[in-house]
């Protein structure tokens, strides 16, 4: 699995970063990084979670 942002979308809201911050970190100008592109499986659960409370639905999961 891949973690993939469409970054025309995010906002730097933090919904991901809350969720699962060994995945997503924003800086100090808001700007989301991705720390981990690709999780391991067993991670699949809350990387979904966080993916999913993305408001504005700048995150997708791509297998």
């Known amino acids: 699995m891949r ?3 469409d ?3 995010c906002e730097g ?3 991901c970063e809350a969720m699962a911050h060994e995945f997503f ?3 100090d100008d808001d700007v989301m ?4 592109e690709t999780p391991a499986e067993e991670h699949r659960g809350q990387v ?3 993916v999913a409370s993305c408001p ?3 995150l997708s999961l791509v297998d």
């Not at 990084?33 to 981990?36: E, T």
């Open 33 to 36: 990084h991705l720390r981990d």
């Open 25 to 27: 970190e924003l800086d």
């Open 48 to 50: 979904a979670a966080a």
């Open 13 to 15: 809201l933090g919904m």
């Open 7 to 9: 970054r025309d979308r």
């Open 3 to 5: 973690i993939h942002v």
């Open 56 to 58: 504005v639905l700048a």
